[in-house]
């Protein structure tokens, strides 16, 4: 689909969407559950409809209400073939769930997911008895367990879901295990995992990020459990305020683990005026000036920063480009692009994307079916020259599939084509 959106001043207030990233995780905590958990609260984007169709396959009962989720852990297996649609959490953190099960399962994907690499879950399977076999590093997956206890050595360096997936499914094997991990990256994710093993009764001893011992042999606790708000989606609308606001954005923990809480820090580095409380963060919109931002640890906010970065004066720099090739698109280059093509200024040096703030034209922009892409452009849209044009704009079910209902709620004007 593509949708055209006007400059706009927005206003009032809104609530952050939910997390993709905690609901995929209870999901799966819920299938490894006895008995019955309550997920309230949670995200029905793309990405968590994948995980409830796998939960599903892998022997759980599934029940969706539009407030809650019910899921009773599994009794067996249901599906030989799972499918994780685009989700590259999906497709790192179930395949060591699935291996857990005795009989043979081909995990699959579909779109961005088919060009990103997974070679790294056929390494650390592998090194647990598995019988894992990716198609040169890439999908389909072919899995035959079980997964039991013993050592393996992992890389972190290109992403930590893998982690998540062993530490998610490692609990439930027959032995004890323990992970050595190298040059791990987005540790914020990682903590998130840690605290959701951790309040559904499971333990998990580490020293620092470098190793984690695993007892076996534990059981998941089945529990009711509130999906917190995603910092991920509410940058883009913290960003928004700051841009042509004032706006209230309601729900954002400022106790969460989420990595994408740094987004307040790159605002108040820009000189944006805000004023945090318990229950909101008010965004002004103000004069800004650019800064300097380290994004390696939280890459998924490189298109927020790149819009808030388009309107301060000067040139911004942002360090962590090489975190961006394996994601939806490449989007780096997605960024320097499309980005140019509203006459926003935006160079690679290195590792870091500089970025020169100025005058934004309307113009015809695509999001290449990546749904950070388009909310990127639609929020860099609200003081640009003229209206901007996104193809594809349909991306961002992926993680926000309510955005543009949103951006109308707060005064933008959007208009499907």
Same mark, same amino acid.
């Given at each position: 689909?593509?949708?055209?959106?006007?400059?706009?001043?927005?206003n009032g207030e809104i609530s952050a969407p939910p997390?993709?990233?905690?609901?995929?995780?209870?999901?799966?905590?819920?299938?490894?559950?006895?008995?019955?958990t309550i997920i309230y609260n949670p995200s029905y984007?793309?990405?968590?409809?994948? !995980?409830?169709?796998?939960?599903?396959?892998?022997?759980?009962?599934?029940?969706?209400?539009?407030?809650?989720?019910?899921?009773?852990?599994?009794?067996?297996?249901?599906?030989?073939?799972?499918?994780?649609?685009?989700?590259?959490?999906?497709?790192?953190? +179930?395949?060591?769930? !699935?291996?857990?099960? %005795?009989?043979?399962?081909?995990?699959?994907?579909?779109?961005?997911?088919?060009?990103? %690499?997974?070679?790294?879950?056929?390494?650390?399977?592998?090194?647990?008895?598995?019988?894992?076999?990716?198609?040169?590093?890439?999908?389909? @997956?072919?899995?035959?367990?079980?997964?039991?206890?013993?050592?393996?050595?992992?890389?972190?360096?290109?992403?930590?879901?893998?982690? $998540?997936?062993?530490?998610?499914?490692?609990?439930?094997?027959?032995?004890?295990?323990?992970?050595?991990?190298?040059?791990?990256?987005?540790?914020?994710?990682?903590?998130?995992?840690?605290?959701?093993?951790?309040?559904?009764?499971?333990?998990?001893?580490?020293?620092?990020?470098?190793?984690?011992? @695993?007892?076996?042999?534990?059981?998941?606790?089945?529990?009711?459990?509130?999906?917190? #708000?995603?910092? #991920?989606?509410?940058?883009?609308?913290?960003?928004?305020?700051? @841009?042509?606001?004032?706006?209230?954005?309601?729900?954002?923990?400022?106790?969460?683990?989420?990595?994408?809480?740094?987004?307040? $820090?790159?605002?108040?580095?820009?000189?944006?005026?805000?004023?945090?409380?318990?229950?909101?963060?008010?965004?002004?919109?103000?004069?800004? @000036?650019?800064?300097? +931002?380290?994004?390696?640890?939280?890459?998924?906010?490189?298109?927020?920063?790149?819009?808030? !970065?388009?309107?301060?004066?000067? $040139?911004?720099?942002?360090?962590?480009?090489? &975190?961006?090739?394996?994601k939806e698109s490449n989007r780096s280059t997605a960024?320097?692009?499309? +980005?140019?093509?509203?006459?926003?200024?935006?160079?690679?040096?290195?590792?870091?994307?500089?970025?020169?703030?100025?005058?934004?034209?309307?113009?015809?922009?695509?999001? &290449?079916?990546?749904?950070?892409?388009?909310?990127?452009?639609?929020?860099?849209?609200?003081?640009?020259?003229?209206?901007?044009?996104?193809?594809?704009?349909?991306?961002?079910?992926?993680?926000? %599939?309510?955005? +543009?209902?949103?951006?109308?709620?707060?005064?933008?004007?959007?208009?499907?084509?």
């Open positions: 689909m593509r949708r055209i959106v006007v400059p706009s001043k927005v997390s993709k990233s905690i609901t995929q995780r209870t999901i799966a905590a819920g299938l490894l559950s006895d008995g019955e984007c793309d990405d968590a409809v994948a !995980a409830m169709s796998i939960a599903t396959g892998l022997g759980a009962k599934v029940e969706p209400s539009r407030d809650k989720i019910k899921i009773s852990g599994s009794t067996g297996l249901r599906e030989n073939k799972i499918h994780c649609g685009e989700s590259g959490l999906a497709a790192r953190m +179930f395949s060591p769930i !699935a291996s857990l099960f %005795p009989e043979e399962i081909i995990v699959n994907g579909s779109g961005s997911l088919k060009n990103r %690499p997974l070679g790294m879950i056929e390494e650390a399977l592998n090194q647990f008895g598995v019988s894992c076999e990716t198609n040169n590093g890439f999908l389909p @997956i072919k899995l035959h367990g079980p997964l039991k206890g013993g050592k393996c050595t992992i890389d972190g360096s290109l992403s930590s879901q893998i982690l $998540t997936g062993l530490m998610m499914a490692l609990p439930i094997a027959e032995g004890d295990s323990e992970v050595e991990v190298t040059n791990l990256k987005s540790k914020p994710y990682i903590d998130m995992t840690l605290k959701l093993i951790d309040d559904f009764g499971v333990e998990i001893r580490r020293s620092g990020y470098n190793y984690f011992w @695993i007892k076996g042999n534990q059981r998941f606790k089945a529990r009711e459990y509130s999906v917190e #708000s995603d910092w #991920s989606g509410g940058a883009f609308l913290l960003v928004a305020g700051a @841009i042509n606001g004032p706006l209230r954005v309601k729900g954002l923990s400022m106790s969460s683990q989420q990595s994408d809480k740094a987004i307040l $820090t790159a605002l108040d580095k820009a000189g944006a005026k805000m004023v945090i409380t318990g229950d909101y963060i008010e965004v002004y919109k103000s004069e800004m @000036i650019s800064f300097e +931002f380290d994004a390696t640890d939280a890459p998924d906010l490189f298109p927020p920063l790149a819009v808030l !970065a388009a309107y301060c004066n000067g $040139t911004s720099a942002i360090k962590g480009v090489n &975190r961006l090739i394996n960024i320097v692009e499309e +980005f140019s093509n509203l006459g926003v200024k935006v160079e690679i040096v290195d590792d870091y994307m500089l970025i020169t703030g100025g005058p934004v034209s309307g113009g015809k922009t695509a999001s &290449r079916n990546d749904h950070r892409i388009a909310m990127a452009l639609a929020v860099l849209a609200l003081k640009a020259g003229g209206e901007v044009h996104i193809k594809d704009s349909h991306a961002v079910s992926k993680s926000y %599939p309510t955005f +543009f209902d949103d951006l109308r709620s707060i005064g933008v004007k959007v208009i499907d084509k």
